[in-house]
């Protein structure tokens, strides 16, 4: 193996996030998945448990000790649940390894924030607010010299990036931003569970957590960072009979005159550098031909690294409404973990992401 | 057939919220169809083009004039578009029948707005303001009194109904009222679309008609007359992946101080006798057993006549969020309509319509 | 309450056969529910359950011993899982009550094939071809003499009623008859497990069980007995993303020249007398309008009593397909027992059950 | 533009195989696409037809002339429907253009055939028979020395696959092999349609075309020449509420004894070199943890080249099942297409599709 190629490890290589690093890191052609951690008895081979996998990856999911996981890896990705990441992270930091943490641990600055909402005291506070939050499209070079990304929440990361322009440029209301956020049953994860059995939400949708859901703290605190002020969300999530995404209804009440063409502008320019933040921006047009939609839809974004941004202005009663898409496991999880990977590792940032949505 | 079985037409046979009309009446012990109309050639039985009443149903489609389905009907159901639909209205009121129209001709009270989203002026602009806006829970003294009843759209039945006791008390922001209407494919209706393609909608969700829906107008002018002010709405309504359904997620700004109990005492309050109106006021208990859902579902309500409400508060940023659940064909179309026509006709309010929701 | 009202007690009322027999008895003028029992803690009202019930039924689910279940109904409905049902049916019995068994435990005549399918002895062998088979459209006669009927399989229901005409008729090769059926995930219950996850087969469809289903030896017993030979069954099963119903594929090859009006004529006399199986004859039309199906679909069907069946012909190949389609939990589980229910007790045999299939 | 990319253009590229062809042809690295063809008025750019494609691909759909189209391209992939393609292939041949043909027009021998079941003569008889049918599992070297491949029916390609080995080594009655197809809703294409309506199909499944259906005749032909006799295919498809994926179950009755574990190594023995045959022969192990399945789930192929195919036996009865999965989109058409053109231009015949199924 060269010595160019990064070396990763995956903890947790049970779920859904996981498996879609793998999917990812199979078609990167700078890195190599050297470890995959679970507690399954007998190390059964991965693609027992992700029969997408036969034929492709032969490893076998092993029980391992960081220090194990340390010598195999350059890079670790942890996809274990909050708490258990945080009590092994500082190991592979200590190492010499880059971590990716998909868990919420490194998410929020404040302690007591962590504790209030997750129910226990942090593993390791000392690293919050060092770990760098895992946006590259706002926190590229911080990203670039940091070695613990803290990848973002899906939510957070649909409607932090659907926001940022108007709440930058104060555009709107700071303090009566609604957001509704429908989300796939993918981003349940792999476990049953009656909110994501079929029956239940095959033919239905239904909030959840309609208050205080925990993604609304990460969404706060990078808004009021970019506001420089507090920007309180007023978040409620849905589940919905799809497999695979997130769409963020984001509605703002403007506070200056703007069309949508102003709008569209806006948001252009600020994600003009960004390879996977794409503006839709087609007129609204009633005769149009057919497929032919001038928001985004999670249908199209699926399997991908892209986040499609639309916009609509109701000028009669001051609204602004933006709609981010993008999929829960990708864009949400898995791709942009290895986008954050890329900037830490100075490799391409679009290595093994530049696939398009599978639609339909 | 005795005089006390009441004769109904249904204009316009073919679409869903006929059939799902069609379906009621079957199982209504005071009503009886004797006649379906629609331009299909041939004169088909209605069950081929509805083969769930294959063995139930042996009427035709047919071509009929308004004289001949006002000598057949005591009540006609008219489930033409709209433009259509006012055309022919007048001559069954003038016949003596008992009308209910599915359409938009008559919700709003005002010609100039009609015609502004209508896109067309209207054909009966001197029954505008006449006709009975088809919400027995707010309008059943009018609606008994009445021989036209405009039967409410799908969204405005939803979000009115959710919306109207914190409205009519005022404790929310009146200006700033956002919804976000989530809709399943049957509210496009029978006619294939791109938007209700199975390859476009089953596995996504995306929204359309992001401002100006036609029934926001009918929601602000429903919620204005109970608030005695003006009231906006942000409406914003969606495509999603289940059959049938409409779940209206509401959020106001509390302009006095409330709990999720004071809310919840409120919608019991103003709802208290209405038998198909539910506030799901369920503890949110998170050690609950499974199926335990404190707020509504569509997929609970599907099938009925049946409005399942439900509400939270956000304590520390001053939300309250109303989440209404119905079924558009049913509650939102087919089954509200018989509900109208059993207040005007003297029959029992819920003859017909007792069913529970097909849940799963 | 009238000495003509029949109190039915349903045992295992958390489930979702339990909940649909629920629904129905709810309209059923003949009957009422006074126990609901399981061994949930604290006797929870059964809405916070089922919230389709949630002002519609004030009964808790209580633990309940069978003394009590005695003395509280005329009639029980066992929704017991197999094994469990048979260890407490007889005390029923023994009390005066009738009993509908949803469970497998008295569908095979043979303990011994019991013991091999089912991975135990049998609680109650002596029993066993005592017990009537719950399929009015064949054993009424039966079912209308006996205290205890047997419900049958949601497979075996579809899957008989399919080919018995074909089979009695012997107009096809009996040792070759292949069955394919596909069943909504509402098939596998309540609990959640992996198979019925969304997101394995929200967008999916895969076998399970793929020979020797224990639903196949149901359906050899009774089509051989209706041969008078042994007719093997070769059966797989499929779950499907849609939420109720099944599909039975029966494919026979002709012994005899037929074409496809023969064979629908066949059906249609065989099927003569029954109010609830419908024979789909619709001609073959290329230039048919829309909607129009010439076989049968489960969306059709769900939600009611109704078995709609199809056939086609391949005359150039000898081979026969019928298609079966009816609701798992409905006529393949809670109407049907509510229909043997209404045969045993001599109520009007479509009391309660004359419902219309919730299409679309 | 070296001189060693392939440039491809594509006729007919507003449908949903054209869509999946760009998608892989974009993550190609030995080709280019150079021209998109359409009737669409204005020429517009194809990411406002396929919104997956924003920012991506700038193509604008053009009206071309087939001299045009071999200007610019060195191989042309025919996504127009049948008869027209067959209308224009014959000039891209004649100018030196190789030519993958999505249509049915080249993949039966016999014009007979082709004109009785696709109801018209064909356009261009004389190379019937000399086109190569485009399954390089079978016919490698054929396509490596073609001009012309026919690319195979979805269903075809799944059934093919799936019964081959079984039919060659004569395991099998070769004259009661039974196929029902369960096809997702893309099968149909991107033109809306009653069928594909998600209202009748999101929650449903239907048999069409039960007997006769066109690829039958794929089918019977390429098993027919396998097995050196005639093979009839007694085949059924049905339309299911996922988007992508076929799944066909094939039975067939044993003619000698066979164990499972004898079937599964008949199968990776005849795949042994095929990358994108992956025979799953996992245990049936009754305690495996979750998300074992030992069958192939189409779910899990979607999005790739990959065939899944699982086997099982009756031992008691004497038959055996095949199950082959596969993304009608992708290996069913356009992945498949992108795998013959590699193979007709001495590419890697892995280029652009080593991408792993989009699973969940």
């Not at 990848?151 to 104060?170: D, E, H, M, W």
């Not at 009663?317 to 290895?338: E, H, P, T, W, Y």
């Amino acid at each position: 193996m060269p010595s160019s190629v990064t070396r990763v490890a995956i903890l947790g290589a049970t779920g859904y996030t996981a498996l879609e690093a793998i999917k990812i890191l199979l078609r990167h052609p700078g890195a190599r998945i050297t470890a995959l951690t679970s507690r399954q008895a007998g190390s059964p081979p991965v693609a027992t448990i992700h029969p997408s996998l036969v034929g492709r990856l032969d490893l076998c999911l092993e029980d391992l000790s960081p220090e194990e996981v340390a010598r195999r890896a350059d890079c670790v990705f942890s996809c274990l649940p909050h708490g258990a990441s945080a009590a092994v992270v500082p190991r592979f930091l200590e190492s010499g390894c880059k971590v990716v943490d998909f868990s919420a641990d490194y998410r929020l600055t404040d302690p007591a924030v962590f504790a209030q909402w997750y129910g226990e005291p942090h593993h390791d506070p000392e690293r919050l607010g060092k770990a760098v939050y895992g946006l590259p499209e706002l926190f590229r070079k911080e990203i670039v010299a940091t070695s613990l990304v803290a990848n973002p929440g899906c939510f957070a990361y649909t409607a932090i990036l659907s926001l940022a322009p108007l709440v930058k440029a104060r555009w709107i209301d700071l303090e009566r931003i609604v957001v509704d956020g429908m989300s796939g049953s993918s981003g349940a994860g792999a476990d049953p569970s009656p909110a994501t059995h079929h029956s239940e939400v095959g033919n239905a949708i239904f909030p959840y957590n309609a208050v205080d859901h925990r993604h609304t703290y990460e969404i706060e605190q990078e808004l009021s960072g970019l506001a420089g002020a507090p920007v309180p969300i007023h978040f409620t999530p849905y589940y919905c009979p799809f497999t695979r995404g997130i769409l963020a209804a984001c509605h703002g009440f403007l506070t200056r005159a703007a069309s949508r063409a102003d709008v569209l502008a806006l948001y252009r320019e600020f994600y003009r550098d960004e390879a996977f933040v794409r503006v839709i921006d087609l007129e609204k047009d009633p005769n149009a031909s057919w497929q032919y939609l001038p928001y985004p839809s999670v249908g199209v974004v699926a399997g991908s690294n892209y986040v499609h941004i639309g916009v609509d202005i109701d000028q009669r009663r001051g609204r602004v409404v933006v709609f981010g898409a993008l999929d829960n496991l990708g864009k949400g999880a898995a791709s942009s973990a290895i986008q954050n990977m890329n900037c830490m590792l100075g490799l391409p940032e679009d290595s093994g992401l530049r696939g398009v949505g599978l639609h339909p």
